[in-house]
């Protein structure tokens, strides 16, 4: 059973420091990673979305990689600013085409 | 504007009741999905749908209930066999369900039990 880890659970930086988020997940047989952002009492937003043949997909300040071999995905945040306080919420789709979500990293990115 | 609405965005259960949660896409997807969020956790899967009048149960679809009459709707009903309800429910959907696409999350009903 696919299993999708994200540590730390909260993370506390001042502004302009670049943010480095981390994901794991047991089983390499993925079809593809997603990167979610989601705002206190609301719903996600798609951020980056990385295929299993890719290493990283890039957007902005956001760039994400991909290693499907030893089950790792990490979200680079750069120059981070107040407005990136939120949860990122990593996911993973595989077989059945059902997504596999960590538990979520909570950032609070201080002025 | 396209996009996935989610109603109520409170909703209140009583003891033994029965409540529907609400979820209407006009992005013209074929597959939907309901999702139940715990505080400080990732979501779960509840059931989802790939095709009018078929559905299938995710991982914790004990104690809930759905139907999928029209594309563009996919309720959700509590069942008073569920016996903590109190979550954070999300619907989503996506194109077609398959391979590599994103799905979209409306903005969510938050659940409470009286």
């Known amino acids: 059973k696919q299993e999708v880890t994200q540590i730390p659970a909260a993370l506390s930086v001042p502004e302009g420091e670049n943010l480095v988020l981390n994901c794991s997940f047991t089983?390499?047989?993925?079809?593809?990673l997603q990167w979610f952002r989601q705002d206190p009492g609301k719903g996600l937003t798609s951020l980056l979305l990385?295929?299993?043949?890719?290493r990283e997909q890039t957007s902005g300040r956001l760039n994400a990689s991909l290693d499907k071999s030893s089950g790792r995905s990490t979200l680079y945040i750069a120059a981070s600013q107040p407005g990136d306080s939120a949860t990122y919420l990593c996911?993973?789709?595989?077989?059945?085409?059902?997504?596999?979500f960590g538990g979520g990293t909570r950032v609070l990115v201080k002025p | 504007d396209g996009g996935i609405t989610q109603s109520p965005k409170y909703l209140f259960r009583k003891e033994g009741q029965n409540v529907t949660l609400s979820c209407e896409q006009n992005?013209?997807?074929?597959?939907m999905y309901w999702y139940r969020q715990d505080p400080g956790q990732g979501l779960r899967l509840i059931y989802y749908?790939?095709?009018?009048?078929?559905?299938q149960k995710g991982d914790i679809a004990e104690g809930y209930s759905v139907s999928r009459e029209k594309k563009e709707s996919f309720p959700l009903t509590v069942t008073s066999a569920q016996k903590n309800p109190t979550a954070f429910y999300l619907c989503?959907?996506?194109?077609?369900?398959?391979?590599?696409?994103?799905?979209?999350f409306g903005p969510g009903t938050r659940l409470l039990v009286l």
């Open positions: 989503a959907s996506s194109p077609t369900g398959t391979g590599i696409e994103t799905q979209y």
């Open positions: 089983d390499s047989a993925i079809y593809n």
């Open positions: 990385i295929q299993s043949s890719q």
């Open positions: 996911a993973v789709k595989a077989a059945g085409n059902k997504l596999t």
């Open positions: 992005l013209n997807h074929d597959a």
């Open positions: 749908s790939q095709i009018v009048n078929d559905f």
